[in-house]
């Protein structure tokens, strides 16, 4: 395999060559806590204040957007990918896979959040097919997972974006054949 030294992978007894990354608590408390501190004054107001229409249905909409970002803090942190040398899966309340072999897409992205862009975080989506899994830097072993992505991409001649490529440098992950897309190239 290139890019990769499987000594450094943490791998599961039972399944040689096994990866498993979740996202840990420490990492999800801050959505957990946007999710309550949205949630909470919303229902609150709804339940002990006599509102307008109107605006029980501003603080229900409110309410409903936190509550649904609170269920897919919780959805994200439930799930586990699984990394092997023919697939990735996501082990959760929404099971999916994508075999190696059928990967079609990859995106790499950054999210800064400051204007100078030395803050944020990196998504990385995957697809095959109408199959799609997407991750953000904040689980374990994000970049193993990116590097096994790059190298099947690179097998299966996957093209990637001027983006994802810059994405990947600034990871220090290397395109296992060099192919850097040119100038309004677009995956």
């Known amino acids: 395999m290139t890019g990769i030294d499987d000594s450094t992978i943490d791998t599961i007894d039972d399944e040689p060559g096994t990866t498993r990354h979740t996202y840990p608590a420490s990492a999800m408390t801050g959505d957990y ?3 309550a ?4 004054p919303s229902a609150l107001l709804l339940a002990t204040v006599p509102v307008s229409s109107v605006a029980a249905f501003v603080l229900g909409s409110f309410a409903a957007i936190f509550a649904v970002f609170g269920i897919r803090t919780l959805v994200r942190h439930s799930t586990r990918i699984e990394t092997t040398e023919t697939e990735l899966r996501a082990i959760g309340p929404r099971r999916r896979a994508i075999l190696w072999t059928e990967l079609d897409r990859m995106r790499l992205a950054y999210y800064s959040t400051r204007k100078d862009r ?3 975080w990196m998504q990385l989506e995957l697809g095959a097919g109408s199959v799609r899994v997407r991750l953000d830097s904040r689980i374990e072993g994000f970049e193993q997972v990116v ?3 790059v190298i099947a991409a ?3 001649g996957v ?3 001027e983006a994802t ?3 990947l440098e600034a990871l220090g992950v290397k395109i296992p054949d060099g192919r850097v897309p040119e100038s309004g190239e677009r995956s």
């Open 154 to 156: 690179s097998a299966r």
């Open 118 to 120: 030395h803050a944020g």
């Open 37 to 40: 501190a949205g949630l909470v």
């Open 147 to 149: 590097r096994r992505a």
């Open 33 to 35: 806590l946007r999710a």
């Open 165 to 167: 490529a810059a994405n």
């Open 159 to 161: 093209e990637l974006n």
